[in-house]
């Protein structure tokens, strides 16, 4: 991997959001049985560390309940059979395969039309983001 790759693959891990479980642990200091938060795998692990985010650090975040992830890993994988599996899809990343397949369904697309002067109007669909943050819960599931 070269330099400017290496530095791209820091900056994407260090902008990422993270994943945090509320957890009861002891605290050290008072022994006393308290509340806290615990990267839930071990990729928000080297996330808070590459970012430098040490113990007794003050941190400002905005949290919000995290959906069902097994919905959006299930995507991902059947994405990543796809391109190791289907003609069409062979030598896409996951995240090609899963927008190539939006588009050949036409599942979570939106049509879009133009006008092309000259020629008349243009139909086409577009991917749109499977972001379960952007996503409401009823069209994800």
Request: hydrophobic share 40%; net charge neutral; aromatic share 4%.
């Amino acid at each position: 991997m070269n330099t400017t790759a290496l530095a791209k693959a820091k900056r994407k891990l260090r902008n990422r959001d993270m994943n945090i479980e509320v957890r009861q642990l002891v605290d050290p200091e008072t022994c006393e049985l308290i509340g806290a938060l615990v990267p839930a795998h071990p990729v928000d692990q080297l996330s808070l560390r590459e970012r430098k985010f040490g113990t007794g650090l003050l941190l400002r975040a905005t949290l919000r309940q995290d959906r069902n992830p097994m919905l959006y890993r299930k995507a991902h994988v059947l994405s990543g059979w796809l391109a190791d599996n289907v003609e069409m899809f062979t030598g896409l990343s996951q995240q090609d395969a899963l927008k190539k397949l939006q588009e050949e369904s036409g599942i979570g697309c939106e049509a879009v039309e133009c006008d092309l002067p000259g020629i008349g109007r243009l139909a086409r669909t577009e991917t749109e983001s499977l972001n379960l943050v952007d996503m409401d819960e009823g069209r994800w599931n």
